[in-house]
């Protein structure tokens, strides 16, 4: 079934509107929340919570762009998911990893500007603003690092490149990302 | 700000920005499965042309040598055991009609002419028949040897393929009188006989032709191995044929045919000759 067709369902409040997104991107969204949590019965409940959530959302909202709409969904909901859990059961999939690395960004020893914080909206326009302004190379790679949280190995994968090539580029980016926040007033 | 704050901002990243990198992702691995099964198939189709290319070559020199062994072995099989062997009936007609009569067949006849020199004769049959077969013992010899090798060729389909009654009835219009001398009688000098077929002969071998024309002069009996049969045409050019017994023979003067005389068949032929 075409997108538009399940996005119909869901404003028609018709329930075979999960049936079919089930369907279509069950093991889809899986896998994103699998990336996060590192867990198959997280990862399924974490399921079960996005097509509740897109249920939810639809109406009002009409994603142009369905799967990314269920992804960010998924990924968002593993993310509450992950951090809900105590830090002795953390560890799943990639996320430890990619925590690590973002914190070269964000963990500034405390000279993080609390304005800048307080706008939160913001900050999250300006990351838009980077990733859409990298080279489309970087940008995919960035994408599938921290916001789907993949393994640095299946991105490589997935890219047909080496494992240190990645990490190379995903290390510049950071940088990029660490100054480009500076600039920006969010970190000082 | 910590590391999960700017994890959980990245998490509202746009819809449109996620799908265009999914897209790309989607679009190189398509790119790249076509890549792959371009790949896949310019080797397949290499390695099928190759693997073509070896088995014709094999083919060619397995076939090459096969036949060479095959000639070869009928050789030294034929020239071990004497051109003369027991149970062989080969034939070997030689001249075309210098008028014209004859049929397709003139030409190879004639080209044999010109190699051998010695298969195709023609004679006076009353005067010169013992000599004419005395000289061509040698090359008739010569001939049941190259017929021999001819063997191999066709031995794997004798079945169905015309048999020596038939090649006969087939031309013994061409014939008004047939005779026969024996190897071992030609070797001895003596003269070719010129029985009278009987009309027990007559009727078998018409059955045996299966069209029941009456048979010109025919040949007389003999039990030695090889016979050596002069047939006269009315122009009194003669052909000789030399018959094997119970071997599968192809006629150099007849392309195409090949004739095998059967136990059955030389039991037929031979009640013509008493």
Redesign the interface.
Known sequence: MEDTEIIDLYWKRDERAIEETDHKYGKYCHTVAYNVLGDHEDSRECVNDTWLRAWKSMPPQR???L???L??IA??LA?DRY?ARSASKRGGGAMEA??????E????SGK?NGE??YA?SE??EA??RF??ELP?RE??LF??R??FAEEISDIAK???MTENNVTVILSRTRKKLRKYLTEGG??E | ???????????????????R??R??RS??RR?REQNSLYRFAVIALSTAAAVFILLMARDLIGTRGTNGTKGSQLVSQEADGAQEENALVSEAAAEDADGEAEGSAADAGDRETEAGAVMQEEDRKNEAPEEAQSAEGTEADSGTKAAGNIAAEAGSPDGEKQAVDLMGDKKGDYVSLEYISAEDQAEGKSTTVPEYTPEGEEILSRAFDNGKPVPSLMAKTGDPVYYVFLTRENGKVDTITFYENTYVSMDNYPGVVMRISQADYEDVMTLFR
């Open positions: 994603p142009s762009v799967r990314a709409f992804a960010k990924r968002n993310f951090r990619v925590l690590d690395e973002l914190a960004c964000a963990d500034l993080w800048a914080l939160a900050l999250k990351i838009n990733v859409g489309e940008g995919d994408i599938r921290y916001f997935r890219y047909h969010f970190i | 700000m910590k590391a999960e704050d700017l994890f959980e901002a990245m998490g509202e990243l746009d819809e449109e920005l996620i799908a990198s999914e790309r992702v190189g691995t790249k």
